[in-house]
C-alpha cells in the first residue's frame, strides 16, 4: 500500500488551504498505524474495525493524550475515504468509530514562578544561534501569546522592532486563524536584535524570509521540533515535559493579563479568539477593566500603551 499511501499525500499536498504541517501529521499517524497492523500481519485492505479499536487501546495504554488521538482517528478516516473512492476497498473500517472528546487543555498552564525559572534559565543561554533561538522562542510565546503554528511562519519583514509589534499571518487561515497585530516589550526586543544578529551570521548562505528558519530545509521549523526544543529545556531545567508545551505558555499570557485586569476584549484580540466566549474560559468570571494591556504583562513593567 505504499503506493497508495503516496498517492494520497500527494493529493494532500495538492489541495488549497490543506498546511503542510498537517500533511506530515497525518502521514505520521498513518504509518503509526500501518506499523501497527503489519505486527498483526494485516494490510490496509485488510483491516477490520476490532483492528482499529485495538490500535486506539494501545495508544490510551500509551497515555496518548485524547487531542492526539483524535487527529489520527481524522488522519485515518480521510484516507480510507480516499481509498474508497479510488476503488481499493469497498467497506471503510474507521466510518463509525467515535472521535474521542478533547481533554480540558486550559488546565495545563504554567505558573508565574515557574515561567520566571524557565525565563531566567534561557536567558542565561545566549552564546550561539540554538540558544538565542530558543531565548526567543520562549519570550514571544509568553509574551504575544502566539499559537505555535502562527510563530513558526512568522517572517522577518513582518517583524516591527522599532514599535514592538508582529503581524501574524497564518499560514493556516480560517474562521478561526485571521490576520491579526501582537505586542511585545523591551526586554523581549532586546532578545529579538540578539536573535537576528544571530541569525543573519548562521544563515548568511542561504536567502530566507522565515524567522525561525529550517535548517535541513527551504522552510520554517515544525511544530514538532518546536516541541522538541521544549522538552529539552524542560529536561535541563527539570519541569514535567507536559507543561512544557507551545499551549501552556498561551494559556499562562492570557490568563496572567486577566487576573493582572486586562479588559477581556482586548486580550481576545491579542490571542486571536474569534468568539469572546473561547477568551472568557480564561477568566473564571472575572470581569476586570484596563487600558492598556503591557502595563499588566510580568515582563514588561513599563507605561508604554500599545492598545
Known amino acids: 500500500m505504499e503506493e497508495e499511501l ?10 488549497d488551504g490543506v498546511h503542510k504541517n498537517t500533511v506530515v501529521s497525518y502521514k505520521y499517524d498513518i504509518d503509526q498505524f500501518n506499523n ?4 498483526k500481519k494485516k494490510t490496509f485492505k485488510s483491516v477490520k ?9 494501545s495508544l490510551k495504554q500509551k497515555h496518548i493524550k485524547n487531542k492526539s488521538t483524535s487527529r489520527k482517528i481524522f488522519a485515518l478516516k480521510r484516507f480510507y475515504k480516499f481509498l474508497i473512492s479510488e476503488k481499493i476497498i469497498k467497506k471503510n473500517p474507521i466510518e463509525k468509530i467515535d472521535i ?55 517572517k522577518t519583514n513582518n517583524v516591527d522592532l522599532i514599535n514592538k509589534k508582529i503581524l501574524i499571518d497564518p499560514f493556516e487561515k480560517g474562521k478561526t486563524r ?13 532578545v529579538f536584535e540578539k536573535y537576528l544578529e544571530s541569525r543573519r551570521v548562521h544563515f548568511q548562505k542561504k536567502d530566507t524570509p522565515w524567522l525561525f528558519p529550517s535548517t535541513n530545509t527551504s522552510e520554517f521549523l515544525t511544530r514538532r521540533r518546536v516541541l522538541q526544543i521544549m522538552h529539552n529545556l524542560a529536561d535541563q531545567i527539570k519541569i514535567d515535559r507536559n507543561l512544557m508545551h507551545p499551549h501552556s505558555f ?11 485586569g486586562a479588559d477581556i476584549r482586548v486580550v481576545q484580540k491579542l490571542l486571536g479568539h474569534s ?4 477568551t472568557q474560559k480564561y477568566t473564571e468570571h472575572r470581569e476586570k477593566l484596563i487600558e492598556t494591556i503591557e502595563n499588566y504583562h510580568p515582563l514588561n513593567k513599563s507605561s508604554e500603551n500599545i492598545a
Open 6 to 15: 503516496k498517492h494520497f499525500v500527494q493529493t494532500l499536498n495538492s489541495e
Open 36 to 39: 501497527f497492523i503489519k505486527k
Open 49 to 57: 474495525k476490532k483492528d482499529v479499536l485495538d490500535f486506539l487501546e
Open 100 to 154: 474521542p472528546k478533547s481533554e480540558n487543555t486550559l488546565s495545563i498552564t504554567l505558573t508565574k514562578e515557574q515561567i520566571e525559572k524557565i525565563i531566567s534559565f534561557v536567558s542565561q543561554k545566549t552564546n550561539n544561534y540554538r540558544d538565542l533561538r530558543s531565548y526567543l522562542i520562549i519570550e514571544l510565546l509568553y509574551t504575544t501569546g502566539v499559537r505555535v503554528s502562527e510563530l513558526i511562519s512568522i
Open 178 to 190: 485571521k490576520e491579526r497585530i501582537v505586542f511585545f516589550g523591551s526586554q523581549t526586543k532586546e
Open 250 to 260: 498561551r494559556h499562562a499570557f492570557g490568563n496572567n493579563l486577566l487576573n493582572s
Open 275 to 278: 468568539s469572546i466566549i473561547t
